[in-house]
């Protein structure tokens, strides 16, 4: 059974930090890209940034450029989003996904289809 369980989530002031992490199991992610979304509320969920498993091909969306950080560990079979600078505008649930395959130039055509539960992040001004 796939699993992908996010923690890290809390509540933090603006211009602090976080560090959301994703451990996966359940098969081999290894030919997976993993990603990070964001959903707000009131919002559609939207897509933060994603890698390959294998390491490389990272993309970011333009909103979260320069101040978020996708990583994995392979040795804890856990994916990282390490967030600095929050802005309150990063308030939302995030949730980590798999694809397979994972389209290194676009993300957008990769299927994200395992998901975790989420895990709420709050950034006050």
């Known amino acids: 059974q796939v699993q992908l369980v996010e923690s890290g989530g809390g509540s933090v002031q603006a211009g602090g930090s976080l560090r959301l992490s994703c451990v996966v199991s359940g098969r081999d992610f290894s030919s997976s890209g993993m990603g990070w979304f964001r959903q707000a509320p009131g919002k559609e969920r939207e897509f933060v940034a994603s890698?390959?498993?294998?390491?490389?091909?990272?993309h970011y969306a333009d909103s979260v450029r320069g101040r978020f950080t996708i990583s994995r560990d392979n040795t804890k079979g856990t994916v990282y989003l390490q967030m600095n600078s929050l802005k309150p505008e990063d308030t939302a649930v995030y949730y980590c996904?798999?694809?397979?395959?994972?389209?290194?130039?676009?993300?957008?055509?990769?299927?994200?289809?395992?998901w975790g539960q989420g895990t709420q992040v709050t950034v006050s001004s």
């Open positions: 890698m390959y498993w294998g390491g490389g091909y990272t």
């Open positions: 996904a798999a694809a397979t395959p994972y389209y290194y130039d676009d993300p957008s055509k990769s299927a994200f289809g395992s």
